[in-house]
């Protein structure tokens, strides 16, 4: 069972920036596909960006394209997100995800076997 942990949410201006981690327990094996979403008060939980632990390939949502860039680190089975020019809307809790088998391009949220227990960001305008 892989354990994954938030970290690096917090409290932003419009137009600021924030970088959000997932450390994970275990290292993902070259299977995994790593993913990023978000939800909202009231709302369903959306695709932010994803990261196919392999080879690096990314894949993004639409309100993240242009805004935000996946990482990983390898070596500390980290993966981060950077969030740049932040808008009030993008205000939500971020979860980190991880699906062992990697189908398809990590839009797919019933895809993810593991989750992490979100961190806040708010973005004040």
């Known amino acids: 069972q892989v354990q994954l942990v938030e970290s690096g949410g917090g409290s932003v201006q419009a137009g600021g920036s924030l970088r959000v981690s997932c450390a994970a327990s275990e290292r993902p094996s070259r299977s995994y596909m790593m993913g990023w979403f978000r939800q909202a008060p009231g709302k369903e939980r959306d695709f932010v960006a994803s990261?196919?632990?392999?080879?690096?390939?990314?894949y993004y949502g639409a309100s993240a394209k242009g805004r935000f860039t996946i990482s990983k680190d390898n070596a500390k089975n980290t993966m981060s997100l950077q969030l740049n020019s932040l808008k009030p809307e993008d205000t939500a809790v971020y979860f980190c995800?991880?699906?062992?088998?990697?189908?398809?391009?990590?839009?797919?949220?019933?895809?993810?076997?593991?989750w992490g227990q979100g961190t806040q960001v708010t973005v004040s305008s």
């Open positions: 990261i196919r632990w392999k080879d690096g390939h990314t």
């Open positions: 995800a991880a699906d062992r088998e990697g189908y398809g391009l990590g839009f797919v949220e019933r895809h993810y076997d593991y």
